[in-house]
């Protein structure tokens, strides 16, 4: 057996022993356009509960709050500034979170309605989703038949989006980076599938995007990707062939019972990570999570585990290269 010599164990002045533990930027969606009130109880609605949920996920350890507006009388996802505003106040007064502002609302919403927000407070990050696609949410009404749900428009939401295309045209997308351009918000690009990659890959080329890139996969919504680890596999293997590996930060967001389960896989293989209630309602099988903050916590034991560490906010913004929490509108 071979021992280590005294001098192999002391590094020579100014050099390091060992290699800094790589940072992990954790985003979280607190409630999104996808579950209904009538699923879980712990759903944020209102402007209160939306900013409670937003300042908890980030004093539990997420760098980036991805947010999205509810009618507070039924839950109803809007995309109006009015009922964005008050949260994102109080957001920004009680962390130095990174502020992520949906362009993608709710599939049943046109491009100008889902542009809004982000149009009237210019944020320094905002997400785009870069392909039209089928997006089937009525499985749902297996678990939540129409008896069981509160309000009318929960179960027209569900059963509707058989019949529906999520629109993200190529003007669509052309439009929404140049309104992004102006105003110095960069993109949270979200990839539902391989064709998304070609895409981004496509914007790159005509120069339309400038890095560095950060690429959000979405894995498990019908219609998408699936979430099998092989998809997580391919979408990691497309990305770099197209990319360049060095030529963008990836993310895993999994929705549903895989929400920890990718993350952690991705997390291992060098991606940052996104959780939240909008992607999951849940913490453990048949377990509904009560809050986005404890599903932060539990991916954080993960990248602990991991030997990872998590990204603050300033190391985020640094990463993504975005213009700093004093250059938005609110």
Known sequence: MAFARPQDLNPAPGRSALPQARKVIITCAPTGAI??????????????????????????????????????????????????????????????AVINITTGGSPHMTVQERLRPALEFQPELASLNMGSMNFGLYPMLQRYPRPLLQHDWEWLHLEGSRNMVFRNT???????????????????????DIGHLYNLAHFVERGLVQGPLFVQSVFGILGGIGAHPEDLM????????????????????????????????????????????????????????????????RIRQVLHALNLEVATPAEARQMLGLKGSDQVAF
């Open 35 to 96: 579950h209904t009130p009538s699923m879980s109880p712990h759903l944020p609605v209102t402007a209160e509960q939306i900013a409670r949920a937003g300042i908890d996920a980030a004093e539990a350890g997420a760098a980036i709050l991805h947010l999205h507006a509810r009618h507070p009388h039924n839950g109803m996802p809007s995309q109006d500034p009015a009922l964005f505003r008050p949260f994102l106040s109080r957001i920004r007064e009680a962390c130095d």
């Open 170 to 192: 190529f003007a669509d997308i052309e439009a929404i980076l140049q309104q992004g351009a102006d105003q110095g918000t960069r993109f949270e690009f979200e990839c539902y």
């Open 234 to 297: 391919h979408m990691r293997r497309t990305a770099d062939r197209l990319l360049g590996r060095q030529g963008y930060h990836w993310s895993i967001l999994g929705t549903g019972r895989h929400q920890i389960e990718l993350a952690s896989i991705g997390a291992a293989m060098g991606a940052h990570v996104r959780v939240g209630l909008e992607d999951s309602l849940w913490i453990g099988p048949g377990q509904l999570a009560v809050s986005s903050a404890e599903q932060v916590r």
